[in-house]
Each structure stands twice: as C-alpha cells, then as structure tokens.
C-alpha cells in the first residue's frame, strides 16, 4: 500500500462543474460523512428535513461513486445514510479503543483474546434487514442491502438486531473494523504512481512549474493511492486513524460555519492551526466585520 492519497486526485462537487482536489481541501471528510450520519440519526432537532441535509452535503463534496450524470442529486443519495453508518460505526469503535487506551501495536495476541469489550451493535447503523429465500427450508440472512463486514460477524456471533451492544473480544471486534475497511479500500483504491517528475510544490501542494530549474528535476518513482470514488478516499483516511488512533486528534475549523471543514493535531505539533486555509481566514474575519 502506498504510504499517501494522491494529491493530484480531483472529484467534482455535486452542486456545480467545479472540480476540486479532496486531498488538500477536505483532506479529513470523512469525519464530516460520520457527522451528517450524526444529524440523520438527532433529525427531530433539525428543522430541515434529512433529504435536504443530504443533498447539501452532497452539493458541496460529490456523489459518492460517480460523479457523472444529468442529476447528481439521483440514487446516490440513496446510499448515503447507509455507508454513513457503516463508517459512524467503524469510527466510534476506533475511538472507543482509544479511550480504553486499547492500541493495537502493544497488545499480544493472547490478550487480545482476553479483553472483552461492549460496542454499539453494527446492524443498528445500517438501515434494514433483507431476507432471500433459497428454496422452501432454507434461507440467508445479510443484514444490509450493502456488504458491511462488521454487522456480518456480528450477527454470526449470535448478536441480534434488537441489541444495542455487542459484547465481544477485543481481537473479534479490531478484527471486524478490520475486514470492514480493508473491504472498501481494496474495491475502491489502487495503486498508481505519482508525478512523473519530482516537481517541487508550492504550501498549497501544487506543482511549481515556473522558474523550475530543469537541470535538477529527475524522475519520480513513488507510488501513491489513488481513489476510484469519493467513497474511497473517506475510508483511506479512516484507515490511517484506525494505523495511529493516539496519534490523531480531530477538530471543527475555527471557520467552521462556513467551510465546514474538520482538521487534525497530530502529538508532533507544536499548536491546533485556526483555520483549515488562508481563504478561510479571510472570510472568518470578513464575516465578523460584518457582524
């Protein structure tokens, strides 16, 4: 697996033509695909419907698969309280670990075994239960109209919908965050490599190439990640927290009304940034002035 998302990737808003690069403008969207989860699930507080809450998200990131299409407001949006959930769960559960001070990297395989754990039940995070009928006695039981690996071995365990916990081993329930991660960045990921040349760039990540002296610029083997959907690059960035959960801590912009954006701390830095761009700062001040 390559060490980073491409920095080059562009997808394109769901409400315009405009094309942006994900990996430097909402380089932690997923935190904000869990959070409209979030609104979905507490909706009698809101005003505005789900649908609405949905489609503006959807305006300002892009649909989660194709971004092609005479509506990108279509079937799309019909998937996303699904996968939403599915990514709520794997994120909480990733935070649960760590404020048991669970890390993965210091505990043996024996006592992972040993430590039992009560998590929310995965099969609560997805929106129904479909039954296919194979035959006249037999049947199959999938607990969501998309794969979602977690909620499978749950059930398996002998966890039932009506549960709100599942109490389980550590080892199972790493093992389940696991196999539901792996899933999404093996389908929707691959392996490319990165610019031709060893550019430099510029604070924004943008290859600088005016005034390059040519002489010194030679050929780039590094290999990057690079997504095949807006789905997939979320669940990247979910992958590189469930690596290093003590590592990361996750925070609302100082612009956030506005931008709507989620940044990170890691324990290297020396200080939060304010702001998530230096046009974020300027609206912020802008809007203040206002006020």
């Avoid at 079937?75 to 709520?88: F, T, V």
């Avoid at 039992?116 to 609560?124: I, Q, T």
């Avoid at 691959?190 to 924004?204: A, C, H, S």
């Avoid at 003590?246 to 200080?271: R, V, W």
């Amino acid at each position: 697996m390559a060490d980073r998302i491409n920095n080059d990737w562009h997808w394109t808003r769901g409400g315009s033509n405009e094309r942006y690069r994900p990996a430097y403008e909402t380089p932690n969207l997923f935190v904000s695909f869990v959070a409209l989860y979030d609104s979905i699930e507490v909706r009698p507080q809101f005003d505005d419907p789900t649908e609405s809450r949905i489609s503006e998200w959807v305006d300002r990131y892009g649909r989660l698969y194709s971004e092609h299409g005479e509506d990108p407001r279509d079937a799309g949006n019909a998937l996303i309280p699904e996968h939403a959930g599915m990514m709520a769960w794997t994120f909480r559960v990733i935070n649960q670990f760590k404020e048991a001070d669970l890390d993965h990297r210091n505990i043996s395989i024996f006592e992972a075994d040993r430590i039992r754990l009560d998590v929310p039940n995965p099969m609560m995070f997805v929106p129904k239960v479909i039954t296919r009928y194979e035959g006249a006695m037999s049947f199959k039981e999938t607990v969501s109209s998309y794969a979602f690996p977690a909620a499978e071995m749950a059930r398996t365990s002998g966890a039932t919908r009506e549960d709100e916990l599942w109490s389980t081993a550590y080892s199972v329930v790493l093992g389940a965050v696991r196999a539901t991660v792996e899933m999404f960045v093996t389908n929707e990921t691959e392996i490319r490599f990165g610019q031709v040349w060893k550019l430099p760039r510029d604070r924004y990540g943008r290859m600088v190439t005016k005034g390059v002296d040519y002489s010194t610029v030679y050929h780039s083997q590094e290999t990057v990640t690079e997504p095949k959907s807006l789905c997939g690059f979320m669940w990247f960035g979910l992958m590189e927290y469930l690596q290093d959960p003590f590592g990361i801590e996750y925070y609302e912009c100082q612009g956030f009304d506005n931008c709507g954006q989620y940044m990170n701390k890691k324990p290297t830095s020396k200080a939060r940034r304010l702001f998530c761009t230096d046009a974020c700062r300027a609206r912020h001040k802008r809007a203040l002035k206002k006020a």
